[in-house]
């Protein structure tokens, strides 16, 4: 009788350790992953920080194919994303929130952060309406917000400014600076060199430095210019961009502008999706996928 109580207790100690094991496993800091999806003609961006929090700058979107039922949604649950803690969207042209109407409509998502708008923009309109639908909370930012997403990383909001600088609705994207422990992405949205004009003379080269550097407007020739370039002064560039685009998307300038400051150039006409996954300053690693 003895020994089975000793079996017995035994047997019990194992499975606490393994419960233990797995505990600690499920809460274990993993390395920060940021997957710049091949949405074709447009921008998204997917980050799970290191404890997990799920982070989706903008989604795509075409006025022909729907890149949310299609690219995006069976992206995301292929990745087991199930719910999304926050959906930045730069700005309310298709090719940027598009996809973020079907995500709001299939997946639990519990915050929209955006800017002020200078017009009641149809897709802003139609996003409202699912957010108001859905109860989820909205975040509006301007220059000098920060937003937290958890102890290990967050947002600083570089533009647009509280009474919107522009008329148009690209110069007033969200800028945004993405920092965590071992690396710092700049997210441009669809800026011009107006904007960044502007944003240089707001921001010192410290503020704009970024390790990664999201190309504003698919690469056009209308911004990154090799000054804004120079002050960010990125070691990767990220280009979301359609194969054989008719826009000739990205332009050979912003690639010559890029290649003179030794830039990493990954575009997702040629690379598809780009994986970059983050376990030190010193350990970043980074995988294309032209299959997705």
């Known amino acids: 009788m ?8 035994k047997i019990i100690a194992v499975i606490l350790i393994i419960i233990l094991i797995l505990g600690l496993y499920k809460t274990a800091p993993k390395n920060l992953r940021i997957y ?4 074709m003609q447009g921008d998204s961006c997917l980050i799970l920080t290191s404890l997990n929090t799920s982070i989706l ?10 890149v949310g039922e299609n690219i995006l949604l069976p992206y995301l649950l292929s990745r087991r994303i199930t719910k ?41 309109n139609e996003i409202m309406q699912i957010v108001k639908k859905k109860h989820i909370n909205i975040i509006i930012v301007k220059a000098n917000d920060r ?7 967050y947002i600083d909001v570089l533009y647009p400014t509280k009474n919107l600088a ?3 609705i690209n110069n007033n994207s969200i800028v945004a600076k993405f920092i965590s422990k071992n690396v710092s992405i700049l997210f441009t949205g669809d800026i011009e060199k107006e904007a960044e004009e502007n ?35 990125p070691k990767i560039a990220l280009i979301g961009v359609g194969e054989n685009n008719t826009f000739n998307h990205p ?28 376990k030190n300053k010193n350990d970043i690693k980074i995988k294309t996928n032209i299959n997705n």
């Not at 003895?2 to 207790?9: A, C, E, G, T």
């Open 2 to 9: 003895q020994k089975i109580k000793k079996s017995y207790k």
């Open 36 to 39: 710049f999806i091949d949405v």
């Open 57 to 66: 700058i903008d989604g795509g979107g075409s006025e022909t194919y729907d």
């Open 84 to 124: 999304i803690d926050y959906i930045l969207c730069s700005h309310f042209d298709t090719d940027h929130c598009g996809g973020i109407k079907t995500i709001l409509e299939n997946i639990k998502v519990k915050n929209l952060i955006i800017s002020k708008q200078k017009e009641n923009y149809e897709n802003f």
């Open 147 to 153: 937003v937290v997403f958890d102890k290990t990383a």
């Open 166 to 168: 522009h008329s148009d």
């Open 199 to 233: 944003i240089l003379n707001i921001y010192t080269k410290k503020e704009l430095k970024a390790d990664i550097l999201k190309v504003a407007h698919h690469g056009s020739k209308t911004s990154s210019s090799y000054e804004f370039l120079k002050a960010v002064s």
């Open 251 to 278: 332009s050979d300038i912003t690639i010559q502008n890029l290649e003179k400051l030794n830039v990493k150039i990954y575009r997702t006409d040629k690379n598809g999706e780009i994986e970059i996954k983050v």
